[in-house]
């Protein structure tokens, strides 16, 4: 506990300069040492069910040690200079995602998603901020994209610069001190919603979830989010989601998710931390001068909602429904950017022949 007051005292006292870094070549993957292929076969870590707060966060300090993302290292160190090298070509579109899960369990599913931005933009740099991802068994993974000399590649995070020098830093702080709850949902889920938006303040540029498919180019967008629903009557969104964000580097409209998350963090509530999170401060925001913001339509983004998205992999199944795949084919042919799969309600679903999501080009 003392070297986390003495850290916390250290960081504050601290002001990274971004200018100060020098920049060093990408690590290959082939090169990162055996233990990342013990690393990337490790499963989340979740607390047992139904702990009070107090047992939970005595726990969360007992396995700590185990959680890996916490860690600093040589690959953690370099994180900043490899972000600078890679997205220094010439890039259409500065993407990033985030994976904190085992490497085994990227599956076809993520990488359709991964294929589906090249497909868009093929000019374009994809980041994935993962540890378990930056291996020799993610490199293999990954492979037959780079094989189509498509600009992506998995950089282990570095959470404690991510965090620096935002509303982040003291939560991260007490975080990984094991002071505070992290709550029943898998942290790791959390700190997805975390790394989304302080990787977009310092570096700007596109995140998506690794179940979203890209139909159309996000070239033009600049500073968008979609909403997940609408009011029928007035039209006004009711929801957003983060499954999708575009923002300029240092948006204020970012370092206020930051300062709400910080603020505010449940890690017993569902979507709390994060579709709940934006759609609260776009709420109080989205009107003041400063904050310039596009709300798009649920076609943008999220053209199915989660509890019809099954339609989308089922052939028709009578006539009606073959009506509903082709008009719903017409629409995501215009106005729509992509298609949040939902995976949590479709990663089991087989893709029919002649569904939607068997039809559309990707």
């Not at 094989?147 to 935002?166: C, G, I, M, Q, Y």
């Not at 498919?213 to 500073?223: C, D, G, H, Q, R």
């Amino acid at each position: 506990m003392f070297l986390c007051s003495l850290l916390g005292e250290f960081q504050r006292g601290y002001r990274s300069k971004v200018g100060e870094f020098k920049a060093i070549p990408l690590l290959s993957f082939q090169e990162v040492i055996e233990k990342a292929d013990t690393i990337s076969d490790q499963r989340p870590l979740k607390p047992p069910f139904s702990l009070t707060e107090e047992e939970r966060i005595a726990w969360f300090k007992k396995t700590l040690p185990k959680f890996e993302i916490f860690k600093s290292d040589n690959l953690t160190q370099k994180f900043h200079s490899r972000v600078l090298d890679f997205f220094n070509h010439e890039c259409e579109v500065q993407a990033f995602m985030t994976w904190i899960s085992p490497a085994r369990s990227f599956g076809r599913r993520e990488s359709l998603a991964v294929e589906s931005f090249f497909n868009v933009h093929p000019h374009g740099c994809m980041m994935i901020l993962s540890r378990t991802l930056d291996s020799t068994n993610g490199y293999r993974l990954l492979k037959p994209i780079l094989d189509r000399k498509f600009n992506v590649v998995a950089v282990t995070p570095d959470l404690s610069f991510l965090f620096k020098n935002t509303p982040a830093e003291a939560w991260f702080n007490e975080m990984k001190c094991g002071n505070k709850d992290p709550g029943e949902i898998p942290l790791a889920q959390n700190l997805s919603n975390l790394m989304r938006l302080t990787v977009l303040y310092k570096y700007g540029g596109v995140y998506l979830d690794t179940d979203f498919i890209v139909l159309k180019s996000f070239k033009a967008l600049k500073n968008s989010i979609g909403a997940q629903s609408v009011n029928n009557e007035s039209g006004n969104w009711t929801r957003l989601n983060n499954a999708v964000l575009v923002f300029d580097r240092n948006h204020p409209l970012l370092f206020r998710f930051i300062e709400e998350f910080a603020a505010t963090f449940d890690g017993n509530k569902w979507g709390y931390n994060g579709p709940y999170l934006v759609s609260r401060v776009v709420q109080r925001f989205e009107r003041k001068p400063g904050f310039n913001l596009t709300i798009l339509p649920p076609m943008a983004f999220y053209p199915v909602d989660w509890n019809r998205i099954v339609g989308l992999f089922k052939m028709p199944e009578n006539h009606a429904h073959s009506r509903w795949v082709n008009a719903k084919l017409r629409q995501l042919s215009g106005e729509t950017y992509g298609v949040h799969l939902w995976n949590k309600q479709s990663k089991r679903i087989r893709i029919e022949e002649g569904s939607v999501m068997g039809t559309i080009n990707i």
